[in-house]
């Protein structure tokens, strides 16, 4: 099979294996939730959407099957220097339930819940965890294993909604011994939050993971941000932005959120919002995205930069769903180096978040850099120090190309787009450059 480099990812399969290729384990049933009779908008997110029923379609004569791995006794004792093959061992030989270790390193020094799967998570994985279950590469799949949040070589999922990878280790670890040797003998594999079954080994997926994940990063991340559940493939709905100053439709469209036709995203881009009133903005409305930015360096200022900042707040106002409502609703502010440092304290307490800085740096020489004020998942795990030399010395690069056009400040965060995959709608699975 084909083998894609993804931090060492490689695209996995699903098939149904041949008798006796795999010891099976009996598995539960679908985790019990009431349905209705209106169909798949009533399911719980434990369950498949319309896209996978398509996935499992075992009948078909093209049909893709599933990697059930059971469980199996591990033929020796594991070696006395703790290790995650200590786990295994723990819970099946010693009976220790596995929410007392860490299925992240095998640690016995617990101090939560994993949110995704049962088991334990020891304080420094749970920081691991919070600074990377929302990054993403420029392939579009997540940056690090669902499980550990680590890893080098890692298996995506084939489901064309989901993002996730897994490594070798957590996989080998958790579900049996050389599962990702036979996955990658396969094609067009599930993952473990994707399959129907919630059990797999050792690997169980918690009941509710979606809610789960929620109430983890709010109790537990240092953001002034609650941050919104993710929502199922199948409940997803096309973006709907409004971006101010800056146009953006170019990096929403090569990451996929934004296509032609009205069902398939929509973009509102205003360039001078002076006499926009909050009917405006509710009539054009309701958005998902808010996005502004200052000028680029070396663009004329029609106005002061702190005037661009002012606006947007105003507006953001206006778009802000109503209070109670759960519905996702984010916004990003992104300064390309205009704003004084009193304008940045002053973006910070009317954003209620102080800034990441975003660099482009070629070699170990930063060509351009941003500060991002946001709410967007995992944009402040991309925090990069930028020292008052660097910056100056940015500067003094961009004077003699002052009335030369200069990227847009969108380039940089266009990735950052990319945790809004796990609530609205996508339509292409390949990304395309918009550099």
């Known amino acids: 099979m084909a083998f894609q480099m993804h931090r060492g990812a490689v695209p996995c ?11 099976l384990e009996p598995l539960e049933g679908p985790d019990p939730e009431p349905n209705s009779a209106s169909g798949l908008d009533s ?12 996935l499992l379609d075992l009948e078909g004569e093209q049909s893709m ?21 200590l786990i295994a ?11 007392d270790i860490c299925i992240c390193c095998g640690s016995f020094q617990v101090w939560t819940e994993h949110p995704l799967f049962e088991g334990g998570m020891c304080a420094p994985c749970k920081g691991k965890f919070l600074d990377s279950v929302f990054l993403y590469d420029d392939d579009g799949y997540q940056s690090y294993c669902s499980i550990c949040c680590s890893g080098e070589t ?12 897994y490594c070798f280790e957590c996989v080998d670890t958790l579900v049996s011994p050389g599962t990702s040797g036979r996955v990658q003998t396969m094609s067009n594999w599930v993952c473990f939050l994707c399959l129907p079954f919630p059990r797999n080994g050792l690997l169980q997926r918690r009941k509710k993971w979606r809610a789960r994940l929620k109430a983890f990063q709010d109790q537990e991340a240092e953001s002034p941000f609650e941050i919104y559940k993710t929502v199922p493939a199948w409940k997803r709905e096309p973006v709907r932005v409004l971006s101010l100053f800056g146009d953006i439709r170019e990096e929403l469209a090569s990451l996929g959120f934004l296509e032609g036709g009205s069902d398939h995203g929509q973009l509102k881009h205003l360039d001078d919002v002076t006499n926009i009133v909050r009917r405006d903005v509710e009539e054009w409305g309701p958005f998902d995205l808010v996005y502004g930015s200052t000028p680029p360096f070396g663009h004329a200022l029609e106005r002061p930069p702190g005037w661009y900042l002012f606006q947007f707040h105003r507006v953001l106002q206006y778009a802000r769903p109503r209070p109670g409502s759960k519905r996702p609703f984010f916004w990003m502010f992104v300064d390309n180096l205009v704003l004084t440092v009193e304008d940045r304290l002053v973006a910070s307490r009317f954003l209620e978040t102080d800034p ?8 170990r020489v930063p060509r351009n850099a941003v500060h991002v004020w946001s709410n967007v998942p995992a944009v402040r795990s991309k925090d990069s120090a930028l020292t008052a030399e660097v910056e100056l010395s940015l500067l003094v690069q961009d004077r003699p190309r002052a009335r030369l056009p200069a990227p847009a400040p969108a380039a940089l965060v266009k990735n950052c787009f990319l945790p809004l995959r796990e609530y609205f709608k996508y339509f292409s699975k390949e990304l395309t450059s918009s550099l």
């Not at 199996?72 to 220097?81: G, M, N, R």
């Open 43 to 54: 399911l719980e997110e434990e369950q498949w959407g319309p896209t996978c029923d398509i």
């Open 154 to 165: 890692l298996l995506i999922c084939e489901n064309p909604d989901c993002t996730r990878c």
């Open 89 to 99: 061992y723990e819970v099946r030989v010693k009976q220790r339930h596995i929410e």
């Open 65 to 85: 099957d599933v990697i059930l791995v059971g469980s199996s006794e591990l033929s020796c004792p594991p070696s006395l220097q703790p290790s995650r093959d």
């Open 356 to 363: 990441v800085t975003i660099q482009d740096v070629c070699g």
């Open 13 to 23: 399969p699903m098939a149904l294996p041949s008798p006796g290729s795999l010891s």
